[in-house]
């Protein structure tokens, strides 16, 4: 997706470039032209003025002289801005390639950050779920389940609660992609390790296999 994103936007920057490439050339093309026959024109009258051996066979040949003249300049100016407008198709489609890949280069980082924080959400929100529904499935297993465990039980339950409350919040905030104002902190894995640890603890006692 990316890379076709990127070819997309190459396209339209070199599509840019081309016109305006393609607009001057014409423009060049037709002044340098138009220059060229003034000039040949001003000198054909200036021969006309000063050449009294000017005659009409002299003036045809002389008439057919300018036309190739003009047409070979014509053409060499032609190519001359067709192998300039080649470069700027090679030149510019690589420039427009880097350009388009810079651009969409923070999208793309954006886009991957989104993808693990969906995961990561996912998987962070299932946790608590899935301490809860083990709990309960054990508390409805269990018949000689007292009132003080099932006290215990709806106060894990509220911790729970609690967990995902905080942790909806934290993923709000995350979703946000402004990490520039994040707050980071130092966490002591081993204590978090142990805390997951003493809340599966509290169901060991009541599986029964």
Not at 137 to 152: C, F, G, I, S
Request: proline letters at 1%; glycine letters at 2%.
């Amino acid at each position: 997706m990316f890379h076709s994103a990127v070819v997309k936007l190459t396209s339209w920057y070199l599509l840019i470039l081309m016109s305006i490439s393609l607009l001057f050339s014409v423009a060049v093309y037709n002044v340098a032209t138009n220059e060229l026959s003034d000039r040949l024109n001003e000198f054909e009258d200036r021969f006309e003025q000063t050449d009294t051996m000017y005659d009409r066979p002299g003036q045809r040949l002389f008439s057919a002289f300018r036309n190739n003249q003009r047409e070979t300049a014509n053409r060499n100016i032609f190519w001359t801005l067709a192998y300039v407008n080649l470069l700027i198709l090679l030149g510019g489609g690589a420039l427009s390639y880097m350009l388009a890949r810079r651009t969409l280069q923070e999208i793309e980082h954006a886009h991957d950050a989104q993808s693990r924080f969906t995961s990561d959400a996912s998987h962070e929100l299932r946790t608590p779920l899935a301490v809860m529904k083990s709990e309960l499935e054990v508390a409805l297993r269990d018949p000689k389940l007292t009132k003080q465990e099932m006290r215990e039980l709806l106060q894990s339950n509220l911790e729970e609660v609690d967990r995902l409350t905080i942790l909806s919040k934290t993923l709000l905030q995350l979703s946000k992609l402004d990490y520039a104002n994040i707050d980071f902190e130092q966490v002591n894995l081993g204590n978090v390790a142990a805390d997951v640890i003493q809340r599966y603890d509290k169901n060991l006692s009541r599986i029964v296999l």
